[in-house]
Nanobody, 124 residues
């Protein structure tokens, strides 16, 4: 099993920044890709960004490209999501997820492990 714990969420004004962290523990070697998803009230969960533990290849949704940066610290088994130029539409619960796939998947069904989520609220 892999345990994922997110932190760093909060309330921020539009245009501000936040950095989310996802600490992974357990059988981390069974995951090759880590991703961030978000879910706004009344909406479906959507892909935000993904990164490979090895090599660091990344992928982003069009809605966050150029504003968000995903990174990882292999020594700390931690993945980060730096969010800049935040907009009210970025509001939601952000989830960290781990996948056994190497293809930077964007669908949630490809991720076997999930954290509990952290709330991000962007005020206008």
């Amino acid at each position: 099993q892999v345990q994922l714990v997110e932190s760093g969420g909060g309330l921020v004004q539009a245009g501000g920044s936040l950095r989310l962290s996802c600490a992974a523990s357990g059988r981390i070697f069974s995951t090759y890709t880590m991703g961030w998803f978000r879910q706004a009230p009344g909406k479906e969960r959507e892909f935000v960004a993904a990164i490979k533990w090895s090599g660091g290849s990344t992928g982003y949704s069009d809605s966050v490209k150029g504003r968000f940066t995903i990174s990882r610290d292999n020594a700390k088994n931690t993945v980060y999501l730096q969010m800049n130029s935040l907009k009210p539409e970025d509001t939601g619960v952000y989830y960290c997820a781990g996948s056994r796939l190497l293809t930077l998947p964007i669908d949630g069904s490809s991720y076997a492990y999930w954290g509990q989520g952290t709330q991000v609220t962007v005020s206008s």
